[in-house]
């Protein structure tokens, strides 16, 4: 995976990462995102606790 250095606050929970960014409108917004091969799973949010809860809850379909 490239280095992003937009992404903020990079956590991993379980094999979901959630990550804080700015748009290009200067908004703050969260983004989880799977790194499981053949999941594909990511979802943007405009809350962190959005984004971290959709980690914790992510079932993984690669497992
Ligand atoms: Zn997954």
Known sequence: MP???RFRRVVRIGPV???TYYDGR???MHTAACTAPRC???ADYDSRAAAE???RTHRC???
């Open 53 to 55: 809860l959709s980690a």
């Open 17 to 19: 990462q959630v990550a």
């Open 26 to 28: 200067g908004r703050e």
């Open 40 to 42: 594909g799973f990511s």
């Open 3 to 5: 280095a992003n250095p």
């Open 61 to 63: 379909v690669a497992r």
